[in-house]
């Protein structure tokens, strides 16, 4: 992309609503906040021995715990029981709304296991009372008992029969497989590919501390420990997907909209591998239901029709190839250079002494963190987001709205054939056209 003049952040939004734009959304998912609560029952300052007796069994008990935008249950896990690694615990107390540890939606209340050393335990702590007084002894009779016959069974004994134990049978160990580390791999990549989840880099993270002090330390040829997860919703075979007739979509926890852009990224494969163009549907179903949801997302928050943002993505990374990258250093689905990045810093005053605007001070955390780091720009997330910011930089504030001249200024001005090119994938995604 070109250099980038600093913008006049006092220009005006145009009397006429942008072209190409969304009607603007209210970002309700920003407002949602977690809150962990204790359980109703409050701790009993006394109680009776037998009371006490009558509820050793220690039952399981639960504190409620609003699910805020960002978490993962590992997260959650933690946070609220000390360790990524209990996650499985809070989803086996909510599988009466959650499917699989990755369905977590904002605002949902979860039951966390509370276990009984906890200070807000139900029961409270035991208060020492005096004890009873022992009943009398009955006097011992001199009358020899009568001998009692063992009672007679049915079943005739089998000596292959193992006695019943009251030991609890032990959690089963978790499952790694060992995987090695390409370059130009993120936790967040290896997370999305093996685990289903980009979010839940931190489980491969925690496994892997003896040779990783913090997430960025990865390098490439080294062998990682990677949880083996039932869950996995992407195809880890990394090639092709063979499509014959119509796709089933999942869409669950999809807005309409995302499972519309979902549809059309599986349509847009399977056109090209009818055509013969393996190499424009090598992306994982994972994939494209990350890339289908986060451009819903930020075309909420920016105002930019997320189908113009998939059009680009399909032009800029030949696909849509979350690993796309060019010979002038710009990489992932919207092929974003160090400038673009530096732009949407700037207007999220993510350096010092900048003061930043809404929506952008908003959402710094979607955003790429790092200008330099060229690995960064392979996160599909974080590379929708900060693409899409930029776009919106360029119809409102450097084009007064013409989505025309600011697609041509997203690519390269000098080159007249960009918008066309553009529109062209936006034809065979949506079967129309932008202009």
């Known amino acids: 992309m070109p250099s980038i003049p600093k913008p006049n952040l006092a220009a005006t939004a145009p009397a006429t609503p942008p072209l190409g734009l969304t009607k603007p959304a209210s970002d309700t998912s920003a407002q949602a906040t977690g809150s962990l609560t204790k359980a109703s029952t409050a701790p009993q300052l006394s109680f009776q021995l037998d009371q006490l007796s009558a509820q050793s069994d220690l039952s399981p008990h639960f504190v409620d715990y609003e699910v805020k935008k960002g978490d993962t249950l590992s997260k959650i896990a933690k946070e609220n ?17 959650m499917k699989n540890p990755n369905d977590l939606r904002v605002g949902m209340t979860l039951k966390i296991p509370t276990p009984p050393n906890r200070v807000d335990f139900p029961l409270g702590r035991p208060v020492p009372t005096e004890a ?47 995987v090695t580390v390409q370059s130009g791999q993120s936790l967040s990549s290896l997370a999305l590919k093996h685990l289903g989840n980009s979010d839940r880099y931190m489980e491969i993270f925690d496994a892997n501390r003896d040779q990783l002090s913090r997430p960025e330390s990865l390098r ?109 250093g710009a990489g992932g689905l919207g092929q974003l250079t160090g400038i673009a990045i530096r732009q949407v810093h700037y207007m999220a005053g993510m350096a010092r002494g900048q003061q930043g605007r809404e929506p ?56 007249s054939t960009y918008e066309n090119k553009v529109n062209e994938e936006y034809a065979t995604l949506f079967d129309g056209e932008i202009f």
């Open 81 to 97: 029981m000390g360790s990524s690694a209990d996650y499985m615990q809070i989803f086996e107390a909510n599988t009466d709304q």
């Open 132 to 178: 009873a007084p022992a009943p009398p002894t009955p006097p011992v009779s001199e009358v020899p008992a009568r001998p009692v016959a063992p009672p007679v069974s049915d079943t005739p004994a089998s000596p292959e029969t193992a006695p019943v134990s009251d030991t609890p049978a032990a959690s089963p160990e978790p499952e790694f497989k060992e």
């Open 220 to 328: 490439a040829g080294m062998t990682l420990k990677v949880p083996v997860s039932s869950d996995l919703a992407s195809d880890e075979r990394g090639g092709v997907r063979e499509v014959s007739g119509p796709t089933a979509v999942d869409t669950e926890n999809m807005t309409p909209r995302a499972a519309d852009l979902y549809q059309s990224l599986l349509d847009y494969q399977s056109h090209h591998l009818a055509l013969g163009n393996d190499h424009r549907a090598e992306t994982t179903d994972a994939e494209l239901r990350e890339i289908a949801i986060e451009s819903d997302r930020a075309g909420d928050a920016f105002d930019v029709d997320p189908k113009i943002m998939l059009a680009v993505f399909a032009h800029e990374s030949g696909g849509f190839d979350p690993r796309a990258r060019s010979s002038t």
């Open 360 to 415: 952008y001070t908003q959402h710094q955390n979607n955003f790429i963190q790092s200008e330099s780091n060229i690995s960064q720009r392979f996160n599909i997330k974080q590379n929708v987001w900060t693409a899409t910011a930029y776009m919106a930089y360029e119809i409102k504030d450097r084009n007064n709205g013409n989505l025309e001249r600011a697609l041509e200024r997203y690519g390269d001005p000098n080159v």
